[in-house]
């Protein structure tokens, strides 16, 4: 198994409060003008959850050929055979708002080839995913800001960790905190894995679940019906020192905040910021990317986001959201083609 290189890195809030009372508009820090809070309440819609969907199908024609080459490829060749399956399905620019189009290019995504290249590191991770099932995976990773991990660790509150929507992530930041010894626990929907049907919950999404639980601590699974039981259990943790980890998105949670990258809004849960703040633990921002001249991972866990100096909850959640998007920056122009949520980017409306 390869070292791991350490170094240096570059529901009891209160929900109903956070609109009971909209605070006066405020500026926050971001990567342009300053911004008004852009904090949503989610409406989910109501239904049964599909027995069997096209995305299972898709998913199911797939698997073969991915685990073929997951065994029978060399790693260094994985990049090329995912290109060439992007390039079969759909991807445009066309119909897009000229502002978020404006951020793409800012950060060097010019043309469809480079939306390929976006998809084609999902279906990479797919392929580690299942190398890892059928045979083990064994990647290079250096693992930095191993400090804010142990200073955490030392103060006794464990830290919230929040996870970048990058395509590497899921894996890759689970090994390297479990070779370096942090106990780590992974909050996710019930959902979590290939696809969102009850087929693929049943019978595909293990997949990757179980390559996942061989480095993480455990699964605390979000019960929509009960949401406060995950949130009391990830407080348990914390307050036992340990590590939760929560991926950034908008896909789960009750309060939704949008932040800015560029002429764009990224939106995402407010649920880990919240989560720290009301365990007194440190919210740490992580990045995972791959450098492609090398092979190597990256897993980066950068300085707490600071939660304490802000009495408004409203104006928390949304600072730290701004902060969280700012520190995607040198990331995004490092490993442009590996942040899962381009597609997802909004031009951005001040509220």
Not at 228 to 241: F, I, K
Not at 262 to 278: F, H, K, N, Q, T
């Amino acid at each position: 198994m390869p070292a791991i290189g350490h170094a240096s890195s570059a529901c009891a809030l209160g929900i109903g409060s956070l609109f009971a009372r909209r605070p006066p508009v405020s500026k926050v820090r971001g990567w342009g003008p300053g911004l008004e809070f852009n904090i949503r309440k989610r409406k989910r819609a109501s239904g049964a959850r599909k027995i069997f969907a096209l995305e299972d199908l898709k998913f199911l024609l797939q698997l073969p050929a991915l685990a073929i080459v997951s065994r029978l490829v060399p790693e260094r060749e994985w990049r090329a055979i995912c290109l060439s399956m992007a390039r079969l399905g759909g991807a445009s620019f066309a119909n897009r708002d000229s502002r978020v189009l404006q951020t793409f290019r800012s950060f060097g995504l010019a043309g469809n080839d480079d939306l390929r290249g976006v998809r084609a590191t999902r279906h990479e991770h797919h392929i580690q995913i299942l190398r890892e099932r059928l045979g083990g995976w064994n990647p290079a990773i250096a693992l930095q800001g191993i400090e804010h991990l142990e200073a955490a660790q030392d103060a006794g509150h464990g830290a919230v960790l929040w996870i970048a929507h990058f395509s590497f992530n899921a894996l890759a930041a689970k090994m390297a905190f479990a070779r370096a010894g942090f106990e780590v626990f992974h909050v996710s929907r019930p959902e979590h894995g290939f696809t969102k049907s009850r087929f693929g919950i049943r019978f595909l999404n293990p997949i990757r679940i179980g390559a996942e639980l061989r480095y993480a601590a455990g699964r605390v699974v979000i019960d929509r019906a009960d949401p406060a039981a995950s949130m009391n259990e990830a407080r348990r943790l914390l307050r036992a020192n340990k590590f939760v980890s929560i991926t950034a998105g908008a896909w789960e949670g009750e309060v939704l905040v949008t932040a800015r990258i560029g002429e764009s809004g990224m939106e995402v849960a407010s649920g880990a910021p919240r989560l720290a703040r009301i365990a007194g633990a440190p919210l740490l921002p992580v990045f995972v990317g791959r450098d492609d001249s090398t092979g190597q991972l990256h897993v980066v866990v950068e300085r707490p986001i600071d939660l304490s100096r802000y009495r408004d909850k409203a104006e928390m959640i949304q600072s730290a959201a701004q902060e969280f998007a700012d520190r995607h920056l040198p990331y995004l122009q490092s490993w442009p083609h590996q942040w899962r949520d381009w597609e997802k980017l909004t031009a951005f409306t001040s509220r």
